[in-house]
């Protein structure tokens, strides 16, 4: 038994890729409950973001235009999400569940009547898609032992939204704690009226929640089909947006939780594409049935609070009506 090979190279790399869409949706969600308002569309939102960043991409051949178009996409649903459940006080979770279903349908419909390939949208290519970026010095690093290879190899190589998703964590954590922004929208998210007394809107802060969710939200769908894949498929999130918020609560609404969470997520996923090295770590093969499930299987035991009491926002998932 080899219990390194775990730890290989090719799997720590394949887990930073497969952790990136986790990590930014899961950061997209703090902002949201930090300010209050729960969000269980992430996947939907994710699902619209890659299917229309796909799309235009393939239609135009500029990544970065179908990268807007996926932003563009996830704040449509943001929108509709932030006038149901601030403006009309309606209940946030049905919402949610509103706009999975909305996304899940729709990028199918528009796909097929669009490109006529069975709900997917034709390979990108070229431009239309991120490429991976080679890092200064990583290839004179290369032969310099351990440190070489795990700079050339584990941190050089990758698109520049993994660079992006990496550097939101510290953003995250700047913007929460060390911003008047950041102190209101927490305040928000936990006591609201005494926001409102200090005359500081509680509509305005929450609606850049949901906005900054929604931009979040953009950049991990665009990513997952424009950077880890090359085009859309019917249903590609596969319940990311779901884990993303098993993740969040794992990580206790805690930026840099969210970062070591997500990637233990992605490392699950990362060992599933690879059984080959866990019969060889362990010495006896494992169902790859049971290896693929294993996120799924994590995020239920997160959500049944097997790993620590997790307290949310005092007023998360409540609307604010203002006292006369």
């Not at 569309?41 to 239609?59: N, Q, R």
């Not at 690093?141 to 698109?159: A, C, D, K, Q, R």
């Not at 929604?214 to 990311?240: E, N, P, S």
């Not at 169902?287 to 949310?312: C, E, H, S």
């Amino acid at each position: 038994m080899n219990f390194l090979a775990l730890f290989d190279l090719s799997v720590l790399d394949s887990t930073v890729r497969l952790a990136v869409p986790l990590l930014l949706a899961c950061l997209a969600g703090l902002f949201s409950e930090r300010g209050g308002i729960f969000d269980i569309g992430l996947e939907g939102k994710m699902l619209a973001a890659a299917f229309f960043s796909a799309a235009i991409a393939a239609t135009t051949g500029s990544v970065w235009i179908g990268l807007l178009a996926g932003i563009g996409a996830s704040l449509t649903l943001s929108a509709i999400h932030g006038v149901a459940s601030i403006t009309f006080r309606g209940n946030q979770l049905i919402s949610g569940v509103a706009i999975n279903f909305l996304a899940a349908g729709l990028t199918v419909l528009i796909a097929q009547s669009w490109f006529q390939q069975g709900g997917r949208t034709p390979s990108l290519i070229g431009g239309g898609r991120f490429e991976p970026i080679t890092l200064p010095f990583a290839d004179a690093l290369s032969t310099v032992p351990f440190l070489g290879p795990l700079y050339s190899e584990l941190i050089s190589g990758h698109s520049i939204l993994v660079y992006v998703a990496l550097l939101c964590v510290p953003g995250t954590w700047y913007i929460l704690f060390r911003t008047r922004f950041g102190l209101r929208l927490r305040a928000v998210g936990e006591n609201p009226a005494a926001v409102d007394t200090a005359g500081v809107s509680v509509v305005g802060l929450r609606f850049a929640a949901v906005g900054i969710c929604g931009v979040l939200c953009g950049i991990a769908g665009a990513y997952l089909a424009t950077g880890l894949q090359a085009g859309f498929v019917k249903d590609m999130t596969a319940g990311r947006g779901f884990i993303a918020l098993a993740a969040l609560i794992f990580a206790k609404w805690r930026p840099w939780h969210a970062l070591w969470a997500t990637l233990l997520f992605g490392y699950l996923q990362a060992i599933a594409l690879r059984p080959d090295i866990i019969e060889g770590a362990l010495g006896f093969k494992v169902q790859v049935q049971l290896l693929d499930a294993m996120p799924y299987i994590l995020t239920v035991v997160i959500l049944a609070g097997f790993v620590g009491k997790a307290i949310p926002p005092r007023a998360g998932g409540e609307p604010y009506v203002k006292e006369r």
